[in-house]
């Protein structure tokens, strides 16, 4: 059984939301959702996500889970938001530990902020599958972009968050705390090893230069083919010299600071102070 899918895309962040449904049924997953968040005030909407929460409740439609393919550093999730108005589990891969470790660190947290995944409620690991309505996703542990990216198989559609892009525009960066080119190499190669017709949805699409219009589904044989990264059998050598070369002259994504105290708490603000307030911390050189 194949998923019938539904995209939704974020021009402020680029980002590709998605509903994927059971066609047997009226199940469906959220993935990887968005929050929207103006960085000059501080303030938070919920339009982005409110056109989600339409398209379910018009059709009928149940969430069995709200998934993350990583923590975010260029949006902020809502998946609480889509949980209040919708129901459904929110979910992870498990190595979201590590990430909540580094950033504990980064952001210096106190004891408060618990760093074993218990914001979340499923944490998966490789091999791990879960159900939607009659359909299975099975989980692809894909590092290589952060320590916890994950890669969720449903049918014959595999969500990549942003461990790839369309082939025109290449892969993730592999630069931020925790992150690896080589782990990003055998990450994709894991991948392009799912069938050659398998649908491919890429969180992320920033219209290549010559494209004219946005794109988020391509399949593993397109990719294998023409990704301007890793495409036509690139070594790992390869890959990696280039990976690290391009990730020098990358700026950081402009939502980084509040995406990552946000994401690391599956979407939710700090703990409000004395005031009622929640506060986003912006650590000098600390990035």
């Known amino acids: 059984m194949n998923p019938e899918v539904t995209a939704f895309f974020d021009d402020a962040t680029n980002t590709v939301s998605f509903v994927a449904r059971d066609p047997n049924s009226l199940k469906c997953a959220v993935i990887d959702s968005v929050l929207d968040f103006d960085h000059a005030s501080g303030r938070t909407d919920t339009r982005s996500a409110d056109r989600i ?3 379910v409740q018009e ?3 149940e969430v069995a889970w709200i998934l993350e393919s990583h923590v975010h550093a ?3 999730s809502a998946a609480p938001y889509l949980q209040q ?4 589990k929110i979910g992870i891969g498990a190595r979201i530990t590590v990430v909540q470790e580094t950033f504990g660190k980064v952001f210096n947290e106190g004891t408060r902020f618990q760093r074993d995944g218990s914001q979340f409620d499923g944490l998966f690991e490789e091999g791990d599958t879960i159900e939607i309505g009659q359909i299975r996703c099975d989980i692809l542990h894909t590092p290589g972009h952060t320590p916890a990216c994950l890669t969720y198989v449903i049918g014959d559609a595999a969500f990549v968050g942003d461990t790839l892009f369309m082939p025109d525009f290449g892969t993730a960066r592999a630069d931020f705390p925790g992150g690896s080119a ?9 991948i392009l090893a799912l069938p050659d017709s398998t649908r491919i949805f890429v969180g992320h699409d920033y219209k290549a230069p010559g494209r004219e219009d946005f794109a988020w589904e391509t399949t593993v044989a397109e990719e294998k083919a023409m990704n301007v990264h890793i495409g036509q059998g690139k070594t790992k050598a390869e890959f990696v010299a280039a990976r690290n ?19 690391m708490r599956a979407g939710r603000m700090p703990e409000a102070e004395d005031n009622g307030v929640s506060y986003l ?7």
């Open 59 to 61: 059709a009928g439609l």
């Open 281 to 287: 911390k912006l650590p000098v050189n600390g990035l």
């Open 245 to 263: 070369k391009r990730d020098q002259e990358l700026q950081m994504p402009k939502l980084i600071v509040p995406s990552l105290q946000v994401n």
């Open 53 to 55: 929460i339409r398209f």
């Open 85 to 88: 108005q919708l129901g459904g």
């Open 74 to 76: 260029d949006h902020l």
């Open 182 to 190: 080589e782990d990003l190499y055998d990450s994709i190669q894991k």
